[in-house]
Structure formats: structure tokens, C-alpha cells
């Protein structure tokens, strides 16, 4: 997919952050966009914001954690544009918990969202993607699917399954020759909303927040860009800012040593 004018490209999220920007920056390339997230208000706004730019655009409200209700969004994005060009499954929380405090029900949150979603969002729109002709899978998974950290058992879960799951099915598009290209995007640090939303015991939202600003350093207007620019040259692996590609060049390099590392660092900012 080298160019997106004209092609109907669905992103979930696009209420705030990546999903919001990544709309935007298509909205520009002149692409029919068919938008959602959990937010009706926030979603709304996006809209807007992309009408502004030209875009033929519409919205709607989906919780992805809902199998029925991603697989009805699917067949209403066809109904409404006709095809589904680009799929890019963005939505996600965050959860900073060890595993001995986090209640079951927070893990399944977590994964009902970030595994379950791409997977139903995968699902529901792999048969139009292929009976386009030109479909493109992003599947956004995270540097915590390359490497696990402390706090972070149930999101690095969620985060290697994402990774996993969608390299599977690039390998088995190239083995039955689909017509898709399929990605798998890895963000480091991109100044999104996400720890402010975040579940925690051990800290306020802002002070989430204000922790996870002090290391962002990539925008989302950079992270769409990153992204967008990866899907036009068809890359499996799309890698978001330079610490996503220190982290991925850290856990090549060193394997399963990179821990050492992890723990250290962690001992030295507990916080």
C-alpha cells in the first residue's frame, strides 16, 4: 500500500493519542476513514477534526472488548464504504500492578482490551482486508512486547501475545499468498493519555502521568507518521522512537540477560 487516497482505512482508539493522530495524518492523505472508541465524545471530536482536513469520515462507539459488538462494527464499516483497506487495531489500556496485587478481574480488563481486541478486531476484518486486494493489517503491540518489567506482568502479557498472534499470521498470509501485508508496531515512549487511565495501587493518575512525560519523548503525531510511513514500505516489525529501537536492539543483542539490566534500573527507581 503505497499510497492512501481513497483507500477506507478503520483505526479503533482514535479518540485521543496514537489513534487520534494516526486519523489525522490520514485525513490529510485523502483517506476514507471509519473511526472508533470506547469515548463517544472524544471520538466525535476526531471526527470533526478530520472533516475539517477533507476527510469523508464516520464514527462510532466500540467497546473492543466485545467480541459481538467488534464483529457487527466490521460488517457496518463494509456496508457503509464497501471494502476495508487498512485495519490498524490501536486500542489499549494500561495497568501498573505486581502480580501478587493485581485482582484477576484486572487482568482480564487488561486482556479483554489489548489481546482480545487486536484478536477480534483481526477476525472480524481479515476476510475484507483479503477480498480487497490490498489490505494491510497494524497490529500495535509495545517495547513491553519485546522486554517485561516490573508492574507491567498483565500489559507484557497482553503485548507478547499481540506480537506473537501477528507474526503468526504474517507468516501464514505469505504462506497462502494473501493479498495483505500484515505489521506489528512496537511504540516506546509516545506522550498519549494512557498512564494517566492506567490502574494502579501504588500511585495517583497524574503522578503516573507526570512519570510516564519525564520519559516520552515521541509525540503522536511522530508515532503516526512512523507508523504510516512503515505500512507503505511493508514492514513486519515497525519500531516507534528511539528508545523502542534501543530496548529492540538491547533484547537482540543480549537475549535473556537484557533482565539484569531491567532489574537494576528498577532497583535504582523503584517508582
Same mark, same amino acid.
Given at each position: ?40 465524545? &472524544? @471520538? ?24 459481538? %459488538? ?12 464497501? &471494502? ?11 495497568? %501498573? ?87 506489528? @508496531? ?31 519523548? &515521541? &509525540? ?52
Amino acid at each position: 500500500m503505497k499510497e492512501f487516497r481513497h483507500k477506507v482505512c478503520v483505526i479503533t482508539g482514535a479518540g485521543s493519542g496514537i489513534g487520534r493522530a494516526l486519523a489525522l495524518d490520514l485525513a490529510v492523505r485523502g483517506a476514507r476513514l471509519a473511526i472508533s472508541d470506547v469515548n463517544a465524545d &472524544t @471520538v466525535a471530536e476526531t471526527a470533526a477534526e478530520a472533516v475539517q482536513l477533507g476527510a469523508e469520515v464516520e464514527h462510532y462507539v466500540l467497546d473492543v472488548s466485545s467480541r459481538e %459488538a467488534v464483529f457487527a462494527h466490521a460488517d457496518e464499516v463494509v456496508a457503509r464504504f464497501g &471494502t476495508a483497506n487498512l485495519v490498524i487495531n490501536n486500542a489499549g489500556v494500561a495497568m %501498573a500492578k505486581t502480580v501478587l496485587e493485581m485482582p484477576i478481574e484486572d487482568i482480564e480488563w487488561l486482556m479483554g482490551i489489548n489481546f482480545w481486541g487486536v484478536v477480534y478486531g483481526t477476525k472480524a476484518f481479515l476476510p475484507h482486508l483479503i477480498a480487497s486486494g490490498d489490505g494491510h493489517l497494524v497490529n500495535i503491540s509495545s517495547v513491553f512486547g519485546i522486554i517485561a518489567v516490573p508492574t507491567q506482568a498483565a500489559y507484557n502479557a497482553a503485548k507478547f501475545a499481540v506480537r506473537g498472534f501477528t507474526e503468526a499470521l504474517r507468516q501464514e498470509a505469505l504462506v497462502e499468498g494473501y493479498p495483505i501485508r500484515v505489521s506489528c @508496531v512496537h511504540p516506546g515512549g509516545v506522550r498519549t493519555n494512557i498512564a494517566r487511565a492506567a490502574r494502579s495501587d501504588t500511585a495517583t493518575p497524574d503522578e503516573l502521568g507526570e512519570a510516564f512525560d519525564r520519559l516520552a519523548r &515521541t &509525540t503522536p503525531e511522530k508515532a503516526a507518521a512512523t507508523i504510516l510511513a512503515g505500512v507503505r514500505r511493508g514492514s513486519p516489525k515497525i519500531l516507534v522512537g528511539p528508545d523502542a529501537r534501543a530496548i529492540d536492539l538491547m533484547q537482540r543483542t543480549l537475549g535473556a540477560t537484557y533482565q539484569r539490566i531491567v532489574y537494576r534500573a528498577s532497583k535504582l527507581n523503584p517508582s
